[in-house]
């Protein structure tokens, strides 16, 4: 249901919507961060999830290669981005890039073009007028009134929609995944319901096992503690654990060099964690509930350490976060089993949602069963007609064949008997099928 990845990197890729400021290098000694380098993996390119995210990469790929708007970007900070004022550097931006740019916002327009097209085409059958304004806001980072030309005002929609898009996407997830968990324990609650008490007695205690087996698990330290990140340090980079530099620690862990945390390279600092709680294959471990768990440790570290909100983690705000009082929290973290996901009130809420989905697709289905027998009735009486009109035709071929046979007889003389004729004998001859007497005629013996 969630693609974890397609979130992940946020982060990275809010950083390069906004047009990727380089960030002032980290004075670093070569001969000790070098042989780290060489271990990493290439950076790779990141997504956003948006349904706008080609686009998005697009422009954002081309204003990476003029050479003006990148040497912008580096003294640029957050606040000007976000309120627009960089997006007037567009205007100095080379003919070259520009051109470009013009033509992506042309082929975007054409897709948006397309899909009311397509709108309309599935909407035609069914007398409903297409609603264009609830289309186009899911366009809302294009301009509608230029379609040809990428201006000022085409950056500055860019990056408002996907910063509004990003903040919200958390939020939808944790939704979605609540849903997620409402349904699974609905459909529970139908299976027990279908069973015998004595299967029903089985399988709860059966569900009682799972679930006491996967809450017996190591303690689960705190996302961005000092226990969290010294293991960590020596469990995956396999230092020793009372040499943690925190300095170090983010040059190890910062794996495309950029000088930030992201939340792809957040989030894979929590594996560790994870796998004390989650093992895949395991039937009482649910892998969608462990990326949930993910997404709660990532909002918990950002919370407490990204300061300016630019859903980035900076060198000196990962060193400020090592110098509070929380980084020396000890108290274990209290994962989903621990905590309720909803309340009963929303469990009430969704399987009446259900019921009415249920009811709507059963009233549905019950209209399309009636038109199914109407057609099926207007089918047979168009066969009955056609077999109607069919017998009819025949009927008429039959007449037509019988008035031109005897025709025909008459003309050729076919099929009637010839009878002598005497000559001088006016009268007619006698009825056929009748033997002809002897009549004396007078006069002669």
Same mark, same amino acid.
């Given at each position: 249901?969630?693609?974890?990845?397609?979130?992940?990197?946020?982060?990275?890729?809010?950083?390069?919507?906004?047009?990727?400021?380089?960030?002032?290098?980290?004075?670093?000694?070569?001969?000790?961060?070098?042989?780290? $380098?060489?271990?990493?993996?290439?950076?790779?390119?990141?997504?956003? &999830?948006?349904?706008?995210?080609?686009?998005?990469?697009?422009?954002?790929?081309?204003?990476?290669?003029?050479?003006?708007?990148?040497?912008?970007?580096?003294?640029?900070?957050?606040?000007?981005?976000?309120? &627009?004022?960089?997006?007037?550097?567009?205007?100095?931006?080379?003919?070259?890039?520009?051109?470009?740019?013009?033509?992506?916002?042309?082929?975007?327009?054409?897709?948006?073009?397309?899909?009311?097209?397509?709108?309309?085409?599935?909407? &035609?059958?069914?007398?409903?007028?297409?609603?264009?304004?609830?289309?186009?806001?899911?366009?809302?980072?294009?301009?509608?009134?230029?379609?040809?030309?990428?201006?000022?005002?085409?950056?500055?929609?860019?990056?408002?929609?996907?910063?509004?898009?990003?903040?919200?996407?958390?939020?939808?997830?944790?939704?979605?995944?609540?849903?997620?968990?409402?349904?699974?324990?609905?459909?529970?609650?139908?299976?027990?319901?279908?069973?015998?008490?004595?299967?029903?007695?089985?399988?709860?205690?059966?569900?009682?096992?799972?679930?006491?087996?996967?809450?017996?698990?190591?303690?689960?330290?705190?996302?961005?503690?000092?226990?969290?990140?010294?293991?960590?340090?020596?469990?995956?980079?396999?230092?020793?654990?009372?040499?943690?530099?925190?300095?170090?620690?983010?040059?190890?862990?910062?794996?495309?060099?950029?000088?930030?945390?992201?939340?792809?390279?957040?989030?894979?600092?929590?594996?560790?964690?994870?796998?004390?709680?989650?093992?895949?294959?395991?039937?009482?471990?649910?892998?969608?509930?462990?990326?949930?768990?993910?997404?709660?440790?990532?909002?918990?570290?950002?919370?407490?350490?990204?300061?300016?909100?630019?859903?980035?983690?900076?060198?000196?705000?990962?060193?400020?976060?090592?110098?509070?009082?929380?980084?020396?929290?000890?108290?274990?973290?209290?994962?989903?089993?621990?905590?309720?996901?909803?309340?009963?009130?929303?469990?009430?809420?969704?399987?009446?949602?259900?019921?009415?989905?249920?009811?709507?697709?059963?009233?549905?289905?019950?209209?399309?069963?009636?038109?199914?027998?109407?057609?099926?009735?207007?089918?047979?009486?168009?066969?009955?007609?056609?077999?109607?009109?069919?017998?009819?035709?025949?009927?008429?071929?039959?007449? $037509?064949?019988?008035?031109?046979?005897?025709?025909?007889?008459?003309?050729?003389?076919?099929?009637?008997?010839?009878?002598?004729?005497?000559?001088?004998?006016?009268?007619?001859?006698?009825?056929?099928?009748?033997?002809?007497?002897?009549?004396?005629?007078?006069?002669?013996?």
């Amino acid at each position: 249901m969630v693609v974890r990845r397609a979130m992940a990197p946020c982060g990275l890729v809010l950083l390069s919507l906004w047009l990727c400021i380089q960030s002032v290098p980290i004075s670093m000694d070569k001969t000790k961060e070098e042989p780290l $380098k060489e271990e990493l993996e290439p950076p790779q390119s990141a997504e956003t &999830g948006l349904h706008y995210d080609r686009y998005l990469r697009e422009v954002i790929e081309f204003l990476e290669k003029d050479p003006h708007f990148k040497e912008k970007l580096k003294n640029a900070n957050m606040d000007d981005i976000k309120q &627009g004022k960089l997006s007037k550097e567009l205007d100095f931006v080379h003919h070259n890039f520009r051109t470009k740019l013009d033509e992506l916002k042309r082929e975007e327009m054409g897709r948006l073009r397309m899909l009311i097209r397509a709108k309309q085409d599935i909407q &035609g059958g069914n007398g409903r007028t297409v609603d264009h304004q609830a289309l186009l806001k899911q366009f809302d980072h294009l301009n509608h009134l230029n379609p040809h030309t990428f201006e000022v005002e085409d950056l500055e929609r860019l990056i408002q929609s996907a910063t509004n898009d990003l903040e919200n996407y958390d939020k939808s997830r944790h939704d979605e995944f609540k849903k997620y968990e409402m349904l699974k324990a609905h459909e529970r609650k139908e299976r027990l319901n279908a069973m015998s008490e004595e299967e029903r007695r089985e399988e709860e205690q059966r569900y009682e096992e799972m679930r006491k087996k996967h809450a017996e698990h190591p303690k689960v330290n705190h996302p961005g503690s000092e226990d969290q990140l010294k293991e960590v340090w020596q469990e995956s980079d396999g230092l020793d654990p009372d040499n943690f530099d925190p300095k170090t620690f983010f040059k190890i862990h910062d794996s495309n060099g950029d000088g930030f945390l992201d939340e792809s390279e957040l989030e894979a600092l929590f594996t560790k964690e994870l796998e004390k709680v989650y093992t895949p294959g395991n039937e009482e471990d649910d892998m969608f509930e462990m990326e949930e768990e993910r997404l709660r440790m990532r909002e918990h570290v950002m919370n407490e350490v990204d300061t300016d909100k630019d859903r980035l983690v900076s060198l000196s705000e990962f060193i400020a976060a090592t110098q509070k009082e929380e980084f020396l929290e000890k108290d274990e973290w209290e994962t989903l089993d621990q905590k309720p996901i909803y309340t009963e009130e929303e469990m009430r809420e969704y399987e009446q949602h259900l019921v009415n989905e249920e009811n709507d697709i059963n009233k549905k289905s019950e209209e399309l069963y009636k038109q199914r027998e109407e057609l099926e009735r207007k089918q047979k009486e168009l066969n009955n007609q056609k077999i109607g009109l069919q017998q009819a035709v025949e009927e008429i071929e039959r007449m $037509k064949s019988s008035v031109k046979e005897p025709a025909a007889s008459v003309a050729t003389g076919e099929g009637v008997p010839v009878v002598p004729v005497v000559p001088g004998d006016a009268r007619p001859p006698p009825p056929l099928g009748h033997q002809q007497r002897d009549v004396p005629v007078p006069g002669h013996s």
